[in-house]
């Protein structure tokens, strides 16, 4: 079906909320899903992945646990969200050309925005790499290499993210729909649900401010 | 010799910790700003015309009408259906599920197929989908007593009494006008770039402008299928002192805390207007002379401004008082020489409460327009960069920038209940945003991040321990509960108006307070609470109907003529 973009990223940032995210960490995965979806990409599919995996688990399990060396989570798979926003955070690391790498990150499609955004700060465009694919972008615009690959990979072993001084050329600009199946939509309001307080009588009366007649 | 040189705006903008307090912000009035005022001037500038494709309605009232504006490069449409509404089911909550007209705001001119689809989807409100091609959606109910009123007065030969005009204002109150995406219309990000839709909320301003010509038609037409050949049409002046209520509730407040940027980019707009007054060394008799008059019509619409709300009425009992202190002094101030509206303004500060100190600033700003009028062109949000956080800023200059912007909530001890009694939160219900009591209700859980001050203390604490010179991408990846007052923070180290600097969820919060602060950018008057998180507004009041614009000399419409009531 046919969303506008604010419909999805306010989707987006009560799934993961209601996942566990914190609120700040929420926003930043509401602004990735709408980045996809503006780009024809399967952002909502892949929170909703995400989310799924990673539902209520602790940031600290799924972040980097450092950021000296190549990126890791303390365990299994890093978060794609968490890892993107750290390296948005510190996108001044790439301004020099040296390669930023996470090494196991699930859903690596979903790293792409805030490299997107990391591109904008730095003012060059930024590639991503994992397994074979290559994706480019000056944060508006977005080049995949080879469009018949498969991008929506559960897991790659290594992203590398490194500034590129390639031109962006023919490319994909973003559009103002975004297009989610009822299913996924379904699947990400399961999350979504969580974030609100059944409702009561009291709140009803109380929380609303009803009380006088508004009849007149 | 040029004073002028040696004392230009060397009158800063007023304290952010000045203004950002709710009680002031809770004081704001219309001004040249306010966004119905910026269309107005549009659309009178640009010669828009108009026209009414479309009216069909039985004896109920139930059909459709469409109303076209024409802009110099393309058209919207308001689409506005009429319903047969039974009294019992008139309710202007936001749980409604019914209203008396339901309308959306169409961006071109609808064909048969999109007024089928729409007649589908517009009455259900929330529970209808409309697409791209649709730019608002919104609805309206009668106030039933002036309706029946005038429908009985025209009817019978004879005009309406304008005391009945008067008490209520308006023959319809919207309930919520929805736009930006809302229901699967159109984001804004697709009309911001055309020149008409860049001041903030012009497509939901149009549209209630449109619907209140929409209102004056239908119930013309209603006392004509009553009355026949013995209605009468309704007096031209008594027309364009009605305007369309509104009534708003909690939706609203945390509107100014989720669009910071735009928050702050609506009061600099308007601070910096202010001090470019308070900068003009001397003001020329014509100036003196607008300032004056509006003064006095600003004193009719405070007269005729009515609440039933105890704390409203004190308010309104203080603004008059002050505004007629204002007046005594003004007559015989000199206006002319030696900045005159600084020391106007400064004699204020010290004389009168922030109500009138708010009504004053807003008519230091009415004889500039030439001065004023361009800072429309700032008041919306482009800069999408500012979400980005910076992991490189220190450690040591966020606690600089906690201290400056939030040193109220770092001196505020929130153990205490009283600080933090509130909670906001989101029922499953219908959505919207609710506030609830933390300590009586199990709505912690469900809390939004709608307390800023707070949160902004508890970051500070997590702070104290971090050496000063660590940059915080390394604090972030540990402490992911505190990223959005990092990215509060450093939205607000750059943009000093963004952030409301007082408490949004202690005993004391009065919700009505964020609420008249974004009413009065909108350019509503007579604002009447009808309790702490709930009011009524009039949108539009004594505005030029369509017809009526080429003719409109000056944009003072929001101040009612001088001449109906003994200011």
């Known amino acids: 079906m046919s969303h506008s973009l604010n419909e999805i990223a306010a989707h987006a940032k009560r799934a993961a909320r209601g996942a566990g995210l914190s609120w700040g960490m929420a926003e930043e995965a509401a602004r990735a899903t709408r980045w996809l979806a503006a780009h024809d990409l399967a952002g909502p599919a892949l929170l909703c992945d995400v989310l799924a995996r990673n539902d209520g688990l602790p940031h600290a399990q799924v972040a980097p646990v450092s950021l000296i060396g190549d990126w890791h989570a303390r365990g299994g798979a890093l ?3 968490a890892a993107g926003a750290t390296l948005n955070d510190c996108a001044d690391r790439l301004a020099d050309g040296r390669p930023v790498r996470m090494l196991s990150v699930s859903c690596p499609l979903l790293v792409v925005p805030f490299v997107a955004w990391a591109a904008i700060h730095l003012k060059a465009p930024v590639r991503v790499t994992y397994d074979n694919v290559r994706i480019d972008t000056d944060g508006d615009s977005i080049r995949i290499d080879d469009p018949h690959r498969q991008i929506n990979v559960a897991k790659a072993a290594t992203v590398t993210c490194q500034r590129t001084d390639a031109p962006i050329g023919t490319t994909q600009r973003p559009g103002l729909r975004g297009s989610v199946t009822p299913d996924i939509w379904a699947r990400l309001d399961v999350f979504a649900q969580r974030t609100f307080a059944p409702a009561t009588e009291a709140s009803r009366l109380l929380g609303a401010g009803a009380g006088l007649s508004d009849n007149d | 010799m040029r004073p002028e040189a040696t004392t230009a705006q060397t009158i800063a903008r007023r304290d952010p910790a000045v203004v950002m307090r709710l009680s002031r912000l809770g004081s704001f009035h219309q001004s040249r700003l306010s966004f119905m005022r910026i269309l107005t001037r549009r659309m009178t500038r640009e010669n828009w015309t108009f026209s009414r494709p479309v009216f069909a309605f039985d004896a109920r009232g139930v059909g459709h009408a469409v109303y076209c504006a024409h802009t110099p490069d393309r058209t919207y449409s308001l689409i506005a259906f009429g319903h047969d509404l039974p009294p019992e089911d008139r309710s202007d909550r936001v749980i409604a ?365 997590a702070l104290q321990s971090m050496d000063g010179d660590a940059p915080l991408a390394g604090f972030l990846l540990a402490h992911p509960e505190h990223r959005h007052s990092v990215r509060r923070a450093q939205i607000v180290a750059r943009a000093p108006y963004a952030e409301i600097r007082d408490n949004t969820i202690g005993s004391e919060l009065m919700p009505i307070d964020m609420l008249r602060c974004k009413l009065s950018f909108f350019g509503a008057t007579h604002f009447d609470p009808r309790s702490d998180r709930w009011v009524r507004i009039c949108m539009f009041g004594n505005a030029p109907y369509p017809e009526e614009l080429a003719g409109t000399q000056a944009d003072d419409w929001s101040y009612p003529p001088a001449h109906e009531a003994g200011a």
């Open chain 1, 79 to 81: 978060c794609p969200l």
């Open chain 2, 97 to 461: 599920t019914r209203w008396d007209s339901t309308f959306t705001l169409f961006d071109g001119v609808p064909d048969a197929a999109d007024i089928a689809r729409l007649r589908k989807n517009i009455p259900l409100q929330e529970a209808g989908r409309v697409s791209a091609k649709e730019l608002s959606v919104s609805r309206a109910n009668r106030s039933v007593r002036l309706w029946d009123h005038v429908v009985s007065c025209l009817a019978a030969g004879e005009q309406p009494a304008q005391a009945e005009v008067d008490r209520v204002g308006y023959l319809m109150r919207t309930t919520a006008v929805y736009g930006s995406g809302k229901l699967g219309a159109a984001d804004r990000e697709m009309i911001a770039d055309r020149p008409e839709c860049a001041a903030p909320f012009q497509i939901e301003m149009l549209s209630v402008f449109l619907t209140r010509n929409y209102v004056r038609d239908l119930v013309q037409h209603m006392a004509s299928l009553k009355g026949g050949a013995a209605t009468v049409t309704l007096d031209a002046e008594i027309a364009r002192s009605l305007g369309i209520g509104n009534s708003t509730g909690l939706g609203m407040a945390p509107f100014l805390i989720n669009h910071p940027m735009l928050l702050n980019n609506w009061i600099a707009a308007r601070e910096e207007a202010i001090a470019i007054v308070r900068n003009l060394p001397r003001a020329n008799p014509a100036e003196a002379q607008t300032f004056r008059a509006l003064l006095g019509r600003a004193r009719v619409s405070a007269e005729r401004w009515q609440s039933a709300h105890p704390l409203q009425i004190n308010k309104l009992r203080q603004l008059r008082g002050d505004l007629r202190a204002l007046a005594d002094h003004v007559a015989q101030a000199d206006l002319r020489t030696g900045h005159p509206w600084d020391r106007l303004y400064r004699w204020a500060e010290d004389t009168l409460g922030e109500d009138a100190q708010e009504c004053l600033a807003s008519l230091l700003m009415e004889p500039y327009g030439a001065l004023v009028d361009p800072l429309a062109d700032r008041m919306s949000d482009q800069n999408s960069a500012a979400f980005r956080i910076d992991g490189t800023m220190r450690v040591g200059e966020l606690r600089a920038i906690l201290a400056r912007a939030y040193g109220w909530a770092l001196d505020t001890d929130w153990t205490q209940q009283q600080h933090c009694a509130r909670a906001w939160y989101v029922s499953a219900e219908k959505l919207e945003p609710r506030l609830g009591e933390r300590f009586e209700e199990p709505i912690a859980p469900y809390e939004q991040p709608l307390a800023p001050g707070r949160d902004a203390a508890a970051l500070a604490g």
